[in-house]
């Protein structure tokens, strides 16, 4: 199928896929053009080809790592463009916590930014929690998202590593 057309029907994507592609209609997004993703794109800087509020879930695992600091908050906020509401954003990130064999890789890869990112990092970008004064940081209000973890899902149970954030717009 051609990709064009796969993204715009698409209501599932797979960022940062690397090789754990995902069959479609789910749309496979990398920046390593090698691994045969759907899409070739820099989380960092780039757009993502969808329309706004089209997608109802999205696979992002491993990949917050792997993004630089102005990166980071550029991938947030095309996440939240691109995501309905009540989305979810399925997250997983390395931890030290975490005993499993990709979690202990990328803590020792050397092109990771961020090893710090816990899913408490995540409540920051809540605009419910900024308002009430429970985050450290408002970036919810300052980069106007509105995301919350859904800490009753996790998509590992036992793992403080693996969880999903709710989009929330209104």
């Known amino acids: 199928m051609n990709p064009i ?25 990398d920046l390593d053009w090698s691994v045969r993703p759907d899409f070739v794109i820099n989380l960092n800087k780039d757009r993502l080809p969808f329309k706004d509020n089209q997608l109802e879930k999205v696979y992002a695992q491993y990949i917050f790592e792997y993004l630089t600091h ?30 499993s064999r990709s979690s202990r890789d990328i803590l020792h890869d050397p092109a990771v930014y961020r090893t710090n990112l816990t899913m408490k990092s995540f409540n920051n970008f809540s605009k419910k929690l900024n308002n009430l004064g429970d985050t ?28 999903y954030l709710r989009v929330v717009k209104k």
Request: glycine share 6%; charged share 20%; hydrophobic share 40%.
């Open 70 to 99: 102005d990166g980071f908050f550029h991938c947030m906020r095309e996440l939240y463009r691109v995501c309905k509401n009540d989305a979810s954003i399925v997250v997983s990130l390395a931890s030290c916590e975490d005993r």
């Open 5 to 29: 057309n796969l993204a715009e029907n698409a209501t599932i994507a797979n960022i940062g896929c690397g090789t754990a592609l995902h069959e479609h209609p789910c749309v496979n997004i």
């Open 136 to 163: 450290v940081s408002n970036l919810g209000l300052f980069y106007n998202v509105d995301f919350e973890v859904d800490v009753q899902k996790l998509v590992i149970p036992g793992y403080a590593s693996s969880f």
